[in-house]
């Protein structure tokens, strides 16, 4: 079997309601987004590239020898914000999956990045994802908790295929419920095939553009992990993830 070249893309923008300007946030001295390019860079899985809607990003990145590629700050979503950096850094196809990890993730382990492929590579889907088991119950119930429906498949253990998404405490009567953590793998034709696609109905209503994928046909799978990575979306999620790098003594370099 030919190994198949994988990209990591990062998408980030300054706009943000709740903690503007996130991606130059200091973090142990330095600013989030090259701690997440850092954590990407360990995964050890393929180039890292920061899809970046504003040149102040990228000029972050590329001052701590990162690789940033600029992207039109009107697109819509992260998934469009790849898609765009992908075509202008590679043209001609030489990689054939791509990763997507969010830029507000600076404590994402990076074994997690490696992770997302399980499901592309064991289970043949479209897409990977993760998720973890919810221990907390006021999570199951927290519409803010996004809730992955998996059918577990017994010949590949720990991982499953996503039936669907939800806010809602899904599904109903006794078992795991979960709890999906947004980092996704693809392959580049089902990448190219979601970012022109218009939005789903069900995506709509759920608010969720995972489902845009389910309802045209593509598979994702699901591959569990032990942790949530905490993201950083608002000045309290902040003051967390500076108190976590304080407590890590991680270099500085």
């Known amino acids: 079997m030919v190994e198949q070249a994988t990209i990591v893309l990062i998408p980030a923008r300054l706009r943000s309601q709740r903690l503007p300007n996130k991606p130059l946030a200091e973090i142990g001295g330095v600013p989030m987004i090259v701690q997440v390019w850092r954590r990407a860079c360990e995964a050890e899985v393929g180039p890292v590239v920061v899809a970046c809607a504003e040149a102040e ?78 221990e907390d119950p006021d999570e199951r119930r927290d519409p803010n908790v996004v809730k992955p429906v998996i059918a577990s498949d017994p010949a590949h253990p720990g991982l499953g295929r996503a039936l669907y998404f939800s806010r809602a405490t899904v599904p109903s009567g006794e078992g795991p419920i979960y709890h999906h953590i947004g980092i996704y793998a693809y392959r580049r034709a089902a990448l190219e095939r979601l970012a022109v696609l218009p939005p789903s109905p069900l995506e709509q209503r759920e608010r969720l553009e995972q489902l845009r994928a389910l309802e045209n046909g593509l598979s994702i799978g699901v591959a569990l992990v032990d942790t949530i990575p905490l993201g950083v979306d608002t000045p309290k999620d902040l003051e967390r993830a500076r108190a976590m790098f304080a407590a890590s003594h991680r270099p500085i370099h």
């Open 57 to 134: 990003i990228a000029a972050a990145v590329e001052a701590h020898g990162g690789e940033a590629a600029l992207t039109d700050p009107e697109l819509p979503s992260g998934t469009d914000r790849i898609f765009q950096a992908l075509k202008r850094k590679d043209p001609a196809g030489r990689f054939e999956r791509v990763i997507n990890v969010q830029g507000d993730l600076p404590t994402l382990d990076p074994a997690a990045i490696r992770a997302v492929l399980a499901p592309i590579e064991q289970l043949g889907t479209d897409l990977g994802t993760l998720a973890t088991e919810i």
